[in-house]
């Protein structure tokens, strides 16, 4: 195992080891904090924050039901939605079971979609404010996506915020394993329970990060996933958002946003102890 994800594995267990040692963890409104001495509520520590691109970072372009259609056949299309729930369907997964033929066909379908799509790349609303907020608090941001390495270099180009780590799908395993966001933990070499990671997926990135063990946060702009309490306890991240713009209220108001010069600090000061 990759000596960086062997380590994010080994941390992200102490810190449920930790908090199931350290007893009360309450839920107010949606935000989990511990609770110190006195009943008094603590606001979480956040060091870092880590987005999806297609449908976060960027207006989504792509026509995912026609690219589907295409890579698997209309009748594979149709009886693979109504397999499975909310009638989603993890394509590249897919892609793994089939022939090395069948899947060079596959992945040029993809590419097509993709290289369509990057005509059109358009940033999201608020991303741009939301990660101007993040840098004047000095906090880390990363990028992971099911997209290729290429899409994601153009969107760093053009338009001018780069993500550090930024992790493609060649990076593998890819969502919803929790192995890429642990990997950037382990970089970070921050706790996966101090990071969020937010998108528009609720199978891929919400699930990516609750495995994880870190704070999670769905961009669903359309409703198209209903009430937050409506979602089912494994799928239901811990935010909900109809814009980026609400982000940067609901990081204020509900962590203790630790910048990188403070993390350098506390680490110094707990090695001299």
Known sequence: MHFHLKRALLQASAAVQRTARGGDRR????????????????????????????????????????????????????????????????????????????QKKAYEVIASFERQALERLEIMPGAAELCGFLDSRKLRRGLITRNVKQSVDIFHVRFGMEFNPALSREFRPYKPDPAPLLHICAKWDVQPTEVMMIGDSLHDDVVCGK???????????????????????????????????????????????????????EKISGAGR
Not at 237 to 265: C, G, N
């Open 27 to 102: 839920q107010m409104g949606s935000a989990y904090y511990g609770v110190a001495a006195g009943g008094v509520a603590e606001k979480a520590k956040l060091r870092g924050v880590v987005f999806d691109m297609d449908g976060t970072l960027t207006v989504p372009v792509i026509d995912f039901g026609a690219m589907y259609r295409e890579v698997l056949g209309e009748n594979t299309y149709i009886a693979m939605r109504s397999r499975n729930p909310n009638g989603s369907i993890d394509i590249l997964h897919h892609i793994e079971t089939l022939s090395p033929p069948a």
């Open 211 to 265: 495995r994880a063990g870190a704070f999670t946060c769905l961009l669903d702009e359309s409703g198209r996933y209903g009430a937050h309490e409506s979602l089912s306890e494994g799928l239901r991240p811990d935010f909900k958002v109809s814009s980026l713009v609400e982000v940067l209220s609901l990081l204020e108001a509900h962590f203790e946003l630790t910048p990188h010069s403070q993390i350098d600090r």
